[in-house]
C-alpha cells in the first residue's frame, strides 16, 4: 500500500515539520507493508507530478490554524484531479477545531497526537483492501462520514513513554534546504537542527492551544534520548547549532543535569551552540548555571506583556512582569543572551498596558525580543472570547488570513484601543529592532564567511531567502 507524507508549507518556515517526520519514523518501523514517501519543500505544481507518479493510496497532511486555509484549498485540488486517493489531515487546527472537517475535501482526520491513531488506520485499510467503517469506529482519534453524520472520535490516544518512539525520520527531509545558512543573527549563520524533548504543557494560557491538544499532561523524553537525538544531529547531519524547541525545556532540572553529565561523556561535548526557551518564573540560579555549562547561548522567555494586569489576564495570574525581569538578568548574569516573545492587543489591554510593554523591551531585552499581536487560536479563552465579541467567525480560519507576522486592526481583540492608537504602538515598539547600535550591527557582519558567501550562487538558497525575508522583515522590523 503506498503512502505519501506532504509537507505543504513550501519555503514558509527555516525549521522542519518535527511531528511529520516524528509520524513518518513511528509507521515506517510498524507498518512493513507501507510503500511510503515523503514530499518536503518542493513546489505545488511539482507535488502534482509527484502524486501523479508514485499513485498513492493516502496522502497524509499536517496543518495549524495560521495555513489551514491553503492546505484545505490544495487538498481540494488534488481530490478535484485524483478523485480516488484518500486524504487525511492530521496537526493542531483539527485537533483544536474539528468542525473545520465537515466542509473540507478530506476523508479522514486524526485529532491529538497522530502515531497510534494513523497506524491503526493504515493498518485497517491494509487488512481490509479498503475501509471497514466498523472497525474504524474503534480507532480513538478518529473522524471521517458515514453518509451525512460525521463520526468525531474524540483525541487520539496518548504514547505513555516517549522512548519508544523512534528518532524522527529526517532522512526523508529534503535536507539540501535546512543545511542552508539561517537568516537569523544570533550566534552566526550556520543553519540550526531542532528538536523537541517533550510533549504537553502543564500551564493553561489563555491564549495558548497547547493545553487543549495535550491537556496540561507533560510527558518527556530520557536525558538518554536526548543526546542520542543530539549525537544524530552532530554526526550524521553536521549541525554545531541546536535549538530545542518544547516551551518547557528548563523546568526538568533532573533531566537537565542528566543531559549535560552524559553530554560530557561525548568528544563533541562543547563544540554545540544551544538554544533553549525558557518559563521565567522557574528561572533560576541553577538553571543559569546548568544552562551555561551545557553551552546555551540564548534563552527565550514567553514574557508576553510588561503590564501586570495584562500578564495576570493571559497567564491566569500564574507568572509576574518581575519574573521576566529577574530571569533576562540572571541569564545575562551567566553571558547567556535572554529574550523575550511579546503579544500587543490583547483583551481589556489599555494603550497604557502597551506602553508598558514597550518599556519593558526597550529596558531589558531590546536585542533580542519578538512582537505578535494577539490571535484568537482555535478552544482557547481568547478565542471563545473573539467569538462572543464578534470579531470573528467560527469558520474564520478556513478563509485566507494575513500573515501572522503582520498584524491584523480589524481583529484586535482590546475594545480599550483604537485601530490607529494599536498600529502606533506596535511599531513603536517594533522599531526598537532598528534601534540597534553600530557596534551591535558590525559584530554580525563579522560572523559572516566565505561559505555564507559563496551560497549567493546557490539558487535553492537564493530562493529560500526571497522566500522567507518578507516574513523575516515584518517579524523584525
Not at 486555509?69 to 483539527?94: D, Q, R, T, W, Y
Request: glycine share 6%; net charge positive.
Amino acid at each position: 500500500m503506498k503512502l505519501l507524507l506532504v509537507n505543504p508549507d513550501y519555503m514558509r518556515y527555516s525549521s522542519p515539520p518535527l511531528g511529520l517526520i516524528s509520524l513518518a519514523a513511528y509507521v515506517r518501523r510498524e507498518c512493513s507493508f507501507l510503500n511510503m514517501k515523503f514530499i518536503d519543500q518542493i513546489p505545488k505544481d511539482e507535488i502534482l507530478k509527484q502524486i501523479k507518479i508514485f499513485s498513492p493510496k493516502i496522502i497524509g497532511f499536517t496543518a495549524v490554524s495560521e495555513n489551514y486555509h491553503f492546505v484545505k484549498k490544495f487538498a481540494k485540488e488534488i481530490k478535484n484531479n485524483f478523485p480516488n486517493i484518500l486524504l487525511v489531515l492530521g496537526g493542531v487546527h483539527i485537533s483544536t477545531s474539528p468542525e473545520s472537517f465537515k466542509d473540507s475535501p478530506f476523508d479522514f482526520a486524526v485529532r491529538g497526537e497522530g502515531e497510534i491513531a494513523f497506524t491503526k488506520l493504515l493498518k485497517s485499510i491494509n487488512k481490509n483492501k479498503g475501509i471497514n467503517k466498523k472497525e474504524l469506529n474503534k480507532i480513538k482519534g478518529l473522524m471521517f462520514r458515514e453518509g451525512d453524520k460525521i463520526i468525531d472520535l474524540g483525541l487520539s490516544e496518548f504514547v505513555d513513554k516517549l522512548d519508544d518512539l523512534p528518532i524522527p525520520a529526517r532522512d526523508l527531509l529534503n535536507n539540501s534546504y535546512y543545511s542552508l545558512p539561517t537568516i537569523s543573527t544570533i550566534g552566526g549563520f550556520d543553519p540550526a537542527g531542532c528538536i523537541i524533548t517533550s510533549r504537553g504543557c502543564p500551564y493553561n494560557c489563555r491564549f495558548c492551544s497547547s493545553y487543549v491538544m495535550w491537556k496540561r499532561r507533560i510527558r518527556f523524553f530520557s536525558a538518554e534520548r536526548v543526546v542520542k537525538e543530539v549525537e544524530i544531529l552532530y554526526k550524521k547531519y553536521n549541525y554545531r547549532k541546536i535549538a530545542f524547541v518544547d516551551d518547557v525545556f528548563t523546568i526538568n532540572k533532573p533531566r537537565l543535569r542528566k543531559i549535560i553529565s552524559i553530554l560530557k561523556t561525548k568528544p563533541f561535548f562543547g563544540k554545540i551552540r544551544f538554544f533553549v526557551l525558557g518559563r521565567a518564573d522557574s528561572f533560576d540560579e541553577e538553571t543559569a548555571k546548568l544552562l551555561k555549562e551545557l553551552n546555551v547561548i540564548s534563552v527565550t522567555f514567553g514574557i508576553e506583556s510588561g503590564s501586570q494586569k495584562t500578564l495576570t489576564y493571559l497567564k491566569q495570574g500564574r507568572i509576574r512582569v518581575e519574573d521576566g525581569i529577574n530571569a533576562i538578568k540572571l541569564a545575562k548574569k551567566y553571558g547567556i543572551m535572554g529574550g523575550g516573545f511579546f503579544m500587543l492587543g490583547s483583551p481589556h489591554e489599555t494603550i497604557e498596558d502597551m506602553q508598558k510593554t514597550y518599556e519593558f523591551i526597550k529596558n531589558y531585552c531590546r536585542n533580542d525580543f519578538a512582537i505578535h499581536q494577539t490571535v484568537p487560536l482555535p478552544g482557547t479563552e481568547v478565542w471563545e472570547y473573539a467569538l462572543k465579541n464578534n470579531i470573528i467567525k467560527k469558520d474564520f480560519y478556513d478563509h485566507p488570513q494575513k500573515d501572522f507576522v503582520d498584524i491584523n486592526s480589524d481583529l484586535l481583540l482590546s475594545k480599550e484601543v483604537s485601530k490607529e492608537e494599536f498600529e502606533k504602538i506596535f511599531y513603536k515598539i517594533k522599531s526598537l529592532h532598528i534601534n540597534k547600535t553600530r557596534k551591535e550591527l558590525l559584530n554580525k557582519v563579522k560572523n559572516l564567511r566565505l561559505k555564507h558567501l559563496l551560497l549567493f550562487f546557490n539558487p535553492i538558497f537564493r530562493k529560500k531567502a526571497s522566500k522567507l525575508k518578507y516574513r523575516v522583515f515584518k517579524k523584525f522590523f
